[in-house]
């Protein structure tokens, strides 16, 4: 297993569409748990492909004890078909070190997705592993948490988020 360099704001691959994944191969499984043992290395619950570099329809999720035992960790071309609901909750981002900000999203969500076996399976989720999924499934779309922000909460961090489009461009093309 390896661990790979996170993209941060400002990486122009952040805001790609990632590509829906045809077939599941080895080659996914043993991205995924590279994805997880950096996500967990970081310190994170969730990360997406995009995230380290590869814009494919997949993420990692771990929230420990705040799931039900077994819950899957790895989510390949989710969708989400159900969604209700509603939460305010704190939410960072390895890709947007530094800042957090209070999301509203649907509390609870059905779940269409394609698990580490390859297997199709459809679940309900809520709470946390809920939101990890949401904000990772935006990670898909390119968009990121801080683009939920109102107008007046975005100024507040603009100089934070302008910081770290900086730092982002010295780091290239090193992790580009
Ligand atoms: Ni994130």
Redesign the pocket.
């Known amino acids: 297993m390896a661990l790979l360099p996170v993209r941060i704001y400002g990486d122009p691959v952040l805001r790609t569409k990632s590509e829906p994944i045809r077939e599941v191969d080895d080659s996914h499984l043993s991205l995924a748990l590279d994805m997880l043992e950096t996500m967990r290395h970081e310190e994170g619950i969730?990360?997406?492909a995009v995230?380290i570099g590869r814009p494919i329809r997949m993420l990692v999720a771990d929230v420990g004890d705040r799931a039900p035992k077994g819950a899957p960790k790895i989510f390949i071309n989710p969708e989400i078909v159900e969604a209700s609901g509603e939460w305010t909750f704190d939410e960072g981002?390895?890709?947007?070190p530094g800042i957090t900000a209070e999301i509203v999203r649907p509390k609870r969500i059905r779940l269409r997705f394609t698990d580490g076996k390859g297997e199709g399976r459809e679940e309900v989720f809520d709470e946390l592993l809920a939101r990890v999924l949401q904000?990772?499934i935006d990670?898909l779309n390119g968009t990121?948490?801080v683009d939920h922000l109102e107008e007046v909460e975005r100024a507040a961090i603009w100089k934070q988020l302008l910081e770290l489009e900086k730092e982002s461009r010295r780091r290239a093309p090193a992790t580009r």
């Open positions: 969730g990360l997406a995230q981002c390895l890709s947007v904000h990772e990670h990121l948490f």
